[in-house]
């Protein structure tokens, strides 16, 4: 006959095992599916910055030289959207800021996004709209057991690539909506040194080699040339 605090101490050590169970199986992940629960999202932010314009259109060098120092500060590059807002419509404006501009490789949006209040005369407002991309939550090590009875993919699934997308990604816009044709015709201009190598001939007839000239036919002309000036 076993003692009563022998079998409650067996009770008790197989409460503990069935716990210690049943919150491993509440850590195990969830996601079924191939498709990542962790995506890139794109945030917008807007900057705007006001200057003083001439009478008869145009920025003094004052205001050329604060204007550059704007967007230097900003750390220009390819995906910021630029935007000039001048109820004056001066050209000489566009075309000075299109010159500070220019220093970043950007031009100027062809038309400006509605921003807050109303600019008053001599007074032209740059809107500056950056996107960011990132991926909430990762990385996700939140499951804590090794067991996965739902046969679901790791929490941390999709966080390495989703995150270097959208790190490299130039163009953050681009994770939205994508690139529309603009009628270039970059994919035949990749296409030509694919093509020069398909239909050169075999290496062996001398195709894809580079032709290769001796200098010293040149050297032995120009040795004779000077014998002949000393003749003279």
């Known amino acids: 006959m076993s003692h009563p605090l022998a079998r409650s101490l067996r009770v008790l050590g197989l409460a503990a095992v069935l716990s210690a169970g049943l ?3 509440g850590g ?3 996601n079924r599916t191939l498709n990542s629960v962790h995506q890139p999202v794109v945030e917008r932010s807007s900057f705007l910055f006001d200057v003083v314009t001439l009478p008869g259109g145009g920025m003094s060098l004052a205001e050329q030289r604060r204007l550059a120092g704007w967007f230097d500060s900003l750390s220009l590059g390819y995906g910021d959207k630029v935007a000039l807002d001048d109820p004056a419509t001066s050209v000489t404006t566009r075309e000075e800021v299109q010159a500070i501009l220019s220093g ?3 031009i100027l949006s062809e038309s400006a996004p509605v921003t807050v209040g109303t600019l008053p005369a001599g007074t ?7 996107t960011t991309a990132s991926v909430p939550g990762c990385p996700d090590w939140s499951a804590h057991s090794d067991a996965n009875f739902n046969n679901a993919t790791s929490t941390n699934y999709g966080c390495a690539v989703n995150s270097n ?10 994770l939205v ?5 603009a009628g270039t015709t970059t994919v035949m201009t990749s296409n030509k040194a694919i093509d020069a190598f398909r239909t050169a ?6 195709g894809t080699v ?8 040149v050297s032995t002309g120009g040795g004779s040339g000077g014998g002949g000036g000393g003749g003279n």
């Open 177 to 181: 909506r994508g690139q529309s044709n």
């Open 210 to 217: 580079v032709r290769k000239s001796s200098t010293s036919d």
């Open 165 to 174: 997308l959208a790190a490299m990604v130039a163009d953050k816009e681009d």
């Open 124 to 130: 032209a407002r740059l809107v500056i709209t950056r």
């Open 28 to 30: 195990q992940p969830g």
């Open 104 to 106: 970043h490789g950007l």
């Open 23 to 25: 919150s491993a199986c």
């Open 201 to 206: 001939l075999p290496t062996g007839k001398g």
